[in-house]
């Protein structure tokens, strides 16, 4: 079993700018797919909770580029946990371009989360649910 989570993506055009290569705001919009289908895959429970009052709000976000991609390549987007707190999560973001001689890793990203409760106007942070943090723990990241 691999030590991440992975949500596959075809690029389309629609993701490209007029140089033809990807542009960087879609990088981030992966992270936050690849987010949402772990949710759905690994971690239902926490949808429930997401419905009633559970709020993840993201505190920050990067992305490191090393290659371009363009319309067509397929991607995959390997998510981590990095780093689990009473109330915040951090994830890394692998991004590798699949292709028959095998794989390239084009960029790197990380995105922090906070689990918060409440109404919109008046949210306070809360502990991260125990089921999110159990569907969470085989994909920690191995530390160097």
Request: glycine fraction near 4%; aromatic fraction near 12%.
């Amino acid at each position: 079993m691999e030590d991440y989570y992975e949500y596959r993506h075809t690029v389309g055009f629609e993701e490209t700018n007029l140089v033809g290569n990807v542009y960087y705001v879609n990088y981030l919009r992966w992270q936050g797919r690849c987010r949402e289908m772990f949710l759905y895959h690994k971690a239902t429970e926490v949808l429930d909770d997401l419905r009633a009052d559970l709020k993840l709000f993201t505190l920050k976000v990067d992305c490191e580029f090393f290659a371009e991609i363009t319309a067509f390549d397929q991607l995959a987007i390997r998510m981590r946990l990095v780093e689990l707190t009473q109330t915040q999560i951090e994830f890394s973001f692998d991004y590798v371009r699949l292709h028959a001689e095998g794989e390239l890793l084009v960029a790197r990203g990380r995105q922090r989360v906070a689990c918060m409760r409440g109404p919109n106007s008046r949210t306070s942070p809360t502990r991260v649910p125990d089921s999110l943090a159990r569907a969470l723990g085989p994909y920690r990241a191995r530390t160097a």
